[in-house]
Antibody, heavy 118, light 108 residues
Framework: EVQLMESGGGLVQPGGSLRLSCAAS????????MNWVRQAPGRGLEWVSY????????YYADSVKGRFTISRDNAKNSLYLQMNSLRAEDTAVYYC???????????WGKGTTVTVSS | EIVLTQSPGTLSLSPGERATLSCRAS???????LAWYQQKPGQAPRLLIY???SRATGIPDRFSGSGSGTDFTLTISRLEPEDFAVYYC?????????FGQGTKVEIK
């Protein structure tokens, strides 16, 4: 079964750091680009970051640029999001998603919740 | 950045009725890069339509997508109880992804 599973969420103080992980299974992880997408409580979906298969191409939303770092380890079938200088507005459920060539996301994890609060 | 505006914000319909959801882009979007998702409370989004009109694997044929340029539509021909949810359009272009704000389809 094709699956993505996020972990690493939790409660962190403003200015703090957190590292999210996304474990992939059931498909050849190294063949697919990946996205992180987040959803603040009661709000819509917001794209966060993209990484290509070989990590050669990386994009970030302006809202996280300079604070978040996306990475992957194809040998471990894992995707990561290092989040630094966290703000209250980063509070959200964070999803990892598999990206197809035309930019649509066909497989999503269940999400991990990040809460930034003092 | 291309902004996607969905309308209406909320659609109140009864099971068996037809639902028509609109997604309007602030500038032209290639149909190749337009997708629709369904999200139910407490769940991750689920891909419904990609390439503006192609149904994803396992999606019933009561869901259909159409449109081009700046105007796209998701149609649910006959609402089933499990279709009441929030629907998002999404586009990819210029190295970033954007979503519409969502349309909630609720039971009337």
């Amino acid at each position: 079964e094709v699956q993505l599973m996020e972990s690493g969420g939790g409660l962190v103080q403003p200015g703090g750091s957190l590292r999210l992980s996304c474990a992939a299974s059931g498909f050849t992880f190294s063949s697919y680009s990946m996205n992180w997408v987040r959803q603040a409580p009661g709000r819509g979906l917001e794209w966060v970051s993209y990484i290509s298969t070989s990590s050669s191409t990386i994009y970030y939303a302006d809202s996280v640029k300079g604070r978040f770092t996306i990475s992957r380890d194809n040998a471990k079938n894992s995707l990561y999001l290092q989040m630094n200088s966290l703000r209250a507005e980063d509070t959200a459920v964070y999803y990892c998603a598999r990206v197809r060539t035309s930019g649509y996301m066909d497989v999503w994890g269940k999400g991990t919740t990040v809460t930034v609060s003092s | 950045e291309i902004v996607l505006t969905q309308s209406p914000g909320t659609l109140s319909l009864s099971p068996g009725e037809r639902a028509t959801l609109s997604c309007r882009a602030s500038q032209s979007v290639s149909s190749t890069y337009l997708a629709w998702y369904q999200q139910k409370p407490g769940q991750a989004p689920r891909l419904l339509i990609y390439g503006a009109s192609s149904r994803a694997t396992g999606i019933p044929d009561r869901f259909s997508g159409s449109g081009s340029g700046t105007d796209f539509t998701l149609t649910i021909s006959r609402l089933e109880p499990e279709d009441f949810a929030v629907y998002y359009c999404q586009q990819y272009g210029s190295s970033l992804w954007t979503f519409g704000q969502g349309t909630k389809v609720e039971i009337k």
